[in-house]
């Protein structure tokens, strides 16, 4: 593929599939693959396209404000935030297929909220070649607006870069200068699949913290994913007193598609650093372990 010549049949496909006067929405995640597509159909039909982006609560340290800046130039970007609605709906939900449930529902009902108001007559979507054969195969429901073409009575979907790889959506990207052309892929339910059990905003704060600091790290390893989680609680000491506090396991693979990983060696004094960083950032936290296990039989995602 070249990203040229790919950009230019892209953006001659939306226009014709789209046409003169229809509108279309598409929902961002803030990752490489809806970024492009935005970016593709923005370029076809300009503000007939609204980019929607929710501040679910879910996010990486900063993400929402540079995926703010980054698409700022579409004039009909809208973020909303919806950090409560995703908050309260978590409430008390512990089963990790659940907790995905709930946020894709809470997705469509926000997009359809979204779509309905510009009258959208298309949707577009950032699926890639691989979301494909994984839907295909029934893996995972990974797609968090998959209920929106039910929800909203579409006139079409829209996939510019369904036939695309990974780092072939990347290379497009810096066609455009997407700042996220090179970020570390995020899955959609955000931090809610690394804190293992209920969501909360304590431990969405911990999980935020402690994912910026194992990216930080962990960038000269170049890995696939680097990342932390919010497993559960442990004793520790922290000064004079015993502490009931969060165990937070780091994770680091390597991959090229995601399908299967291989947990990375990472030396002991990084792996020190992340820790005292951890631990001394957030008084909640008081232990720290490295994940080595590979996928399979792990998924690289604790839930
Ligand atoms: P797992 O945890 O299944 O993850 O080994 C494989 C890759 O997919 C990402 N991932 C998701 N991405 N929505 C997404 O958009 C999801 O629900 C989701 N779950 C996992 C994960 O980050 C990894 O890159």
């Given at each position: 593929?070249?990203p ?6 892209a953006?001659t496909?939306v ?6 006067s229809?509108n279309a ?16 159909a ?18 990486r340290k900063g993400e929402?404000?540079e ?13 909303v ?13 512990t ?5 995905r449930q ?7 009902r926000?997009f ?26 029934d ?5 968090n607006?998959?209920?929106?073409p039910?929800?909203?009575d ?6 510019p870069v369904r036939?695309?790889y990974?780092?072939e959506?990347?290379?497009?990207a ?13 899955p959609g339910?955000?931090?809610?699949v ?6 909360t905003e304590?431990?969405l704060?911990?999980?935020?913290a ?5 990216e ?5 390893y170049?890995?696939w994913?680097?990342l932390?989680a ?5 004793t520790?000491?922290?000064?004079d ?5 969060h165990?937070i ?6 991959s ?5 990983a ?7 004094e990084?792996l020190?650093r ?5 631990t ?7 232990r720290v372990?490295?994940d080595?296990?590979h996928?399979?039989?792990a998924?690289?995602?604790y839930?």
């Amino acid at each position: 593929m070249e990203p040229e010549t790919f950009v230019k049949e892209a953006v001659t496909e939306v226009r014709e599939q789209v046409g003169e006067s229809a509108n279309a929405v598409i929902a961002l995640s803030g990752g490489v693959d809806s970024s492009v597509s935005a970016a593709l159909a923005y370029e076809a039909i300009g503000d007939r396209l609204t980019p929607v982006y929710v501040d679910t609560g879910l996010m990486r340290k900063g993400e929402t404000e540079e995926i703010r800046g980054t698409l700022e130039y579409m004039d009909s970007l809208r973020t909303v935030d919806e950090r409560e609605r995703f908050l309260d709906a978590l409430a008390g939900v512990t089963d990790p297929e659940r907790k995905r449930q709930v946020i894709g529902e809470q997705f469509v009902r926000v997009f359809e909220r979204e779509a309905r108001d510009v009258d959208a007559d298309y949707l577009v979507q950032g699926t890639i070649y691989p979301d494909r054969i994984e839907s295909e195969g029934d893996i995972k429901s990974h797609h968090n607006v998959g209920g929106l073409p039910e929800a909203v009575d579409f006139e079409g979907i829209v996939e510019p870069v369904r036939d695309l790889y990974k780092d072939e959506v990347r290379e497009v990207a810096r066609e455009f200068d997407l700042a996220m052309s090179e970020r570390m892929p995020f899955p959609g339910p955000g931090l809610a699949v690394r804190v293992v059990g209920e969501v909360t905003e304590e431990k969405l704060h911990v999980a935020r913290a402690a994912n910026h600091v194992v990216e930080e790290e962990l960038e000269a390893y170049d890995p696939w994913q680097a990342l932390a989680a919010v497993l559960g609680r442990a004793t520790g000491v922290k000064g004079d007193n015993r502490v009931h506090g969060h165990v937070i396991a780091v994770r680091s693979v390597e991959s090229r598609d995601g399908m299967t990983a291989r947990a990375q060696e990472v030396d002991w004094e990084t792996l020190q650093r992340i820790q005292s960083r951890i631990t001394g950032e957030n008084p909640e936290v008081s232990r720290v372990v490295y994940d080595v296990t590979h996928k399979p039989p792990a998924t690289i995602e604790y839930e």
